[in-house]
């Protein structure tokens, strides 16, 4: 889009050169800049430059980032910490000088460094600027030279995080960096060497949530992140807190956050900052560290990544794992509920919770402190139909499990609007999750997600070697199965849901699959099962085929959490016979694959024991529990219908029947099941009334029998419920609340257009009563204007093609979702933090 400015920027900054290039002259013995004060023209190219915005970093455009899985493994951490700081664990602060290179600098020389000395392979820092040898910290030169063909242009994040995914990197001492040389290429001595030294993978993180981010810094990693920089960004001082623009933009530059303080606060009284590492000397900021809040990430940030890291193994070398820990039950995550797309009902979508049975839905009116239950739900999916128009909810979540419910998620915000305006849309679908494994000798990915309401199909897209998003799968279930992966290479999947044949939702965020084969580092083991008190002498596992592996071992831990092991096998079945597992202890089991290249992650814990006093109550067989065990309630009559697949010798089953009371025991540990009735062998389903009222929740298990034999451990368990009947709705009446003043006003942002370099965003938001307008800026040139009315009680505005949120967390700063500027056609997300 055309700027008009008074004076050529160019012609400024050469007039501002010659100036200054006078003034030395004369006053040669007077340098321009002491010892201790940066000067910025020491780390800037030629055309690092208004105009030009060329400085070592391109943000990856959107279709890319899109395409790259969004991290949701997060440590799981009851509370955050208020602050933490990793930078006393940092390589030293060096400079990349007068080259495009701070992105090899972030990812090989500061994080890479970092996470190797992390894992105890290089415990002493000594780069050269230092008077060391280089050969534990990694050269930026590796990366940068083989990337930038042959032209000081600066890299892509994408490009170079696969790059080290492939090709891995080498300690500074075998390629040295130097600033004056951006061609040299590495010898292939160099190019081997790096094989031992690749990245496992990456994962995007969303930079506008600031918790996402502390998250992984809390647990121990750091992040890499890219923004536009300006004159203010220069002129960072001591400690100081980067939170406003200033002057002129110069492009984008990356760099790593080592740290965060939630009371860290701006001189603008922003509070909460992350603690960054740059690679612009000592004399930069605080030697060589500075401050970013909160807002002004979210406002000037382009992409963040956390890289986890892939050490170096032989198969000689046995892998390091660690003693199981028993984890309690966790409340669902990535909860989304729809915001004024409906004027007749709440949608709610969330991450399913490994354990979870079923899930206690609480609501709150806006303005209300406490919560009251709403409804169940087996399924992570919702629809609370038991609203007004116009009106506004918060909602939580429990997790309940056959032994325990979890505490509450964090409250999400929903909201109906007075007329709809979903425009046809259905929502976005969440809960994408893979699993990889062989059959027929040849690798697949099967996929699963949660049910939208109101869909009837799904698409299911993966994106291509053009970076291209390909629809590979049109289904009615809410799972897939991709029968032709790419082995090598990341596979990145998205899924949306449709009607009739048309596409009517969101893309589910992408989520990216590592399909492997014998060539690298094999898949993780998937599926493992360990059989509980079916056997008085051994313990049998099992688990899915790891696409890649050779070989697989097993390592058992007992209740004190004692490992043993190793025990190899080529196979995906082992039977433990060990004596030390005798006594009817329960163990924990984990598998790695591997093969010639190295090793994978641990498995997931399966957990077993055997039965000692088997062999003496029974001559008879103790069969496996009933499978595909399935509960559903009639409607009409209230009937509980069970059904499950029949066990071959079973001579009947066994069922059981346990109620839930979620209000009572404040450790949320449930009752145990009792005997309801048993049931010929030749019958593979049971009826019954429901036993409750509604507001119940009752949990079911079925067990097999052989005529001779003992019960089997328990099936799979379901869960029954009756909701109780919604109370009628009045419709909402004419409301006299006002707009919050605190979406009011004007508010800045920042967008990358990848041909224009940075464009500046404006968003000047005025209203009375309910009404508001919305006016969107680019360059000061107006591109869009919407109207609508504001939901009482909401955090947030929304009308066709416009979605303005405060953002959670962060003070000043919201999220606007709208048609993209670079793409109408596409809609994306902006940062925008109030002027």
Known sequence: MKQTQKTNPLESAFLRSFALSFVYIIFSFTPLFSEGVFDPSSVRSSDCKPGVFNCGYLPTPKEIQDSIPLKRDFNNFDELPSKVDLSSKMPPVGSQGQQNSCVAWATGYAIKSYLAADSGKSPNYDPPFKGGKGNNVF?????????????????????????????GVVPWSSMPYSDKDYRTQPKESAKKEALNYKIRSFSRLNFKNPDELKRVIAGGNVVLFGIIIDDGFYKLKGSEVY?????????????????????????????????????????????????????????????????????????????????????????????????GEFDSMVVLTWLASDGAVSYLIQRKDSGENKYSDLAYS????????????????????????????????????????????????????????????????????SLSWSAIEGANGYWVSRIENTRKWKTIGKVK??????????????????VSATLNGT???????????????????????????????????????????????????????????????????????YEDEDPQIRDGASFAYTIISANNTGYAEPSEFAYGNIDPELSKRSAGAVLAPPENVTAEINPKDKKVNLKWNPVKDSN???????????????????????????????????????????????????????????????????????NKEPSLVKKRALSLDEIPKTFLGNWSGLYWDPKLGPQNLSLAITGANQDFTAILKVNDKVVKQYGGKWTPGSTGLKTNGFQFDLARGIEGSSVVRLNSVGDPSEETEYGFSKD
Do not use: C
């Not at 890299?155 to 090709?167: D, I, P, V």
């Not at 933009?249 to 909460?272: E, R």
């Not at 279930?477 to 998205?494: L, Q």
């Not at 009947?652 to 062998?681: A, C, D, H, M, T």
């Open 652 to 722: 009947e089953y066994y069922i059981y029947r346990k109620q839930v009371n979620v209000n009572s025991n404040s450790k949320g540990k449930n009752s145990e099941f009792q005997f309801l009735i048993q049931v010929p062998g030749k019958l593979t389903k049971f009826s019954e009334n429901f036993p409750g009222s509604p507001g119940d929740l009752f949990l079911y298990s079925v067990r097999s029998k052989s005529e001779f034999g003992s019960e089997s451990k328990d099936s799979n368990i379901v869960s029954v419920f009756l």
């Open 243 to 339: 939170d406003s623009n200033s002057g002129q933009s110069y492009g984008g530059h990356a760099m790593t956050i080592v740290g965060y303080d939630d009371s860290k606060t701006s001189k603008s009284g922003k509070k909460g900052a992350f603690k960054i590492q740059n690679s612009w000397g000592e004399d930069w900021g605080d030697k060589g560290f500075g401050w970013i809040s909160y807002a002004m990430l979210a406002k000037v940030g382009q992409e963040t990544y956390a890289l986890i890291d892939n050490p170096k193994t032989t198969i000689q070398q046995q892998p390091t794992v660690v003693s199981p820990v028993l984890k309690p039950l966790s409340p669902p995550m990535d909860i989304k509920a729809s915001r």
């Open 378 to 445: 087996n399924l992570p999916t919702f629809a609370d139909s038991n609203v007004s128009p116009d009106s506004t909810y918060i909602y939580r979540i429990l997790s309940i499990s056959s032994e325990e419910r979890s505490s509450p998620s964090q409250d999400v915000e929903g909201f109906t609007a007075a007329v709809p305006n979903n425009q046809g849309k259905l929502g976005k679908v969440v809960g994408l999750t893979a699993k990889t494994y062989v059959s027929n000798g040849s690798p697949k990915v």
């Open 139 to 167: 050269s930026p030169a590796f990366i940068y030279n083989q990337q930038n063909g042959g032209k000081d242009a600066g890299l892509y994040y994408y490009k170079t995080l696969e790059f080290l995914q492939a090709n």
């Open 477 to 494: 279930s809410t799972s897939f199965i991709d029968p032709s992966p790419v082995v090598e290479k990341t596979n990145s999947y998205r």
């Open 503 to 573: 596409k009517v939702g969101d893309w589910s965020d992408s989520l990216g699959v590592n399909v492997a084969n014998t060539e690298v580092t094999p898949s993780q083991v998937t599926d493992l099962t360990a059989s509980q008190g079916e056997y008085s002498d051994r313990i049998k596992l099992s688990w899915n085929p790891a696409p890649g592996a050779t070989t697989y071992f097993i390592y058992r831990f007992n209740e004190a959490g004692d490992p043993s092991g190793p025990f190899d096998t080529e196979s995906t079945a």
